[in-house]
Nanobody, 126 residues
Framework: EVQLVESGGGLVQAGGSLRLSCTAS????????IAWFRQAPGKEREAVSC????????YYAESVKGRSTISRDYGENTVFLQLNSLKPDDAAVYYC???????????????????WGQGTQVTVSS
């Protein structure tokens, strides 16, 4: 069964950090680009970051640039999103998504992603 599973969310104080994980089962990330999105209640889904599993090219939304790092682990077939200096505005359900494509470009927020995870909740207390 093809599946994406996110983990690592939780409750953190403002200024704290979290590392989110997205692990694939049933397929290999090796020819995919993997993105993180988030959605807070009453707000539209927001693209956060994306990485090409093949060559590690990466992109970040302006809202998290400088405070986050996306990375991948070949052996674990996992993508990570490190979030630092968290703010209350970062609170949301974070989803990972994967699309099979040979390269990553600036249009990544608009890709038609093949697979989505179920999401992991990030709560930031002020």
């Amino acid at each position: 069964e093809v599946q994406l599973v996110e983990s690592g969310g939780g409750l953190v104080q403002a200024g704290g950090s979290l590392r989110l994980s997205c692990t694939a089962s049933g397929f290999s990330f090796h020819q995919y680009v993997i993105a993180w999105f988030r959605q807070a209640p009453g707000k539209e889904r927001e693209a956060v970051s994306c990485i090409s599993f093949r060559d590690a090219e990466e992109y970040y939304a302006e809202s998290v640039k400088g405070r986050s790092t996306i990375s991948r682990d070949y052996g674990e077939n996992t993508v990570f999103l490190q979030l630092n200096s968290l703010k209350p505005d970062d609170a949301a359900v974070y989803y990972c998504a994967a699309e099979r494509r040979p390269y990553l470009d600036r249009n990544w927020p608009k890709y038609d992603y093949d697979y989505w995870g179920q999401g992991t909740q990030v709560t930031v207390s002020s």
